[in-house]
């Protein structure tokens, strides 16, 4: 089963001119969003029990003392909170879905559910809701409906990183290949970086498209663009370039990284050697500090064999890049 890598939902920056004011003022909510924006949860957790001890039935207080546990990785004390949160304030939708997140939290899936359903009972349009219920429905295998709270997050937000990701693998399990190669790549342009992006690029690769793959540069593994040429020539395209220039920036930072460039067209040896040499003197024109000697070519006349998961696949025009310490 793929990861889905679900993660909890942060505050929205808060106005840092006006925020000392409100703060000295006393607005629950700002200092409450401050304080977990900044991830001060103790001193949040300190500032609000005192809240507590003058008003122990404050939702709001108990809401955020909630957020604070939760945030410190302490579900169990965060529960008593958020349920005294939601029995004060019952109609509040985000009360119910941070107990939603409590109860995932604890490893009690239907307790969660419940929850998120409570929540978009209140309003039907609560983001954090609806895309809860898609990770709830995706961890339970019930694939055709994550797909539809996903949709409707997308709806609200077509870049929701979290929704455009876990839709792709609801789409990968359900067998509709073409759609989610096409969710992946979307994806993969506006999130090119992280462990989802590594996955997104592995999921293609799986499906027999290399438009994306995987490198280990140094100590890290970075999702990369293929690096494409014009047709028939040793013109990098625009996309080429610029997973080249993150290839370059890395060995710009890293000094003992050297990198093996090697070029396949099938058929054509010289076309595949100028290939080569035009992806070092890309790195080494817009890279002063990198080095030629940093980079060794090879190049063949063939076609890259490259096996995923036991199946077999014959790119017949590809670079593969990779790296080394230095001796």
Known sequence: MKHTGRKMQTALPLIAVLLPVLL?????TLQGQYYLNSRQYD????????????????????????????ASEHPAKALPFIKKAVALDPKNADYRFWEGVTWWALMEPDKERAAYEQALAIDPRHE??????????????????ALEYYDKVLDFDPHEPQ????KAVALE???????MRADLLAYLELYPDGAQA????EMLNEAGDFSWRNH???????????????????ILTEDAQESLDVIGSIMSDKKDLELDVVAYVKGDDALARERALSVRNYITRMYPGVSPDRLALSWFGAAETVHVNGARHDLPQSVNLFTRVAK
């Open 216 to 234: 280990a540069v140094g100590r890290r593994t970075v999702t990369l663009q293929a690096i494409d040429f014009s047709p028939k020539k040793a």
């Open 43 to 70: 001193e949040g957790a300190r500032i609000f029990g005192k809240k507590l001890a003058e008003s122990p039935d404050d939702p709001q207080a108990n809401y955020y003392m909630a957020r604070f546990e939760l």
């Open 163 to 166: 929704a455009m990701f876990n």
């Open 173 to 179: 399990r359900l067998h509709r290949t073409r759609e």
């Open 128 to 145: 954090g809701a609806n895309l809860y219920l898609g990770h709830n429905s995706l961890d339970r295998g019930d694939n055709a409906k």
């Open 24 to 28: 000295l003022a006393g607005c629950a």
């Open 198 to 201: 590594r996955q997104g690029a």
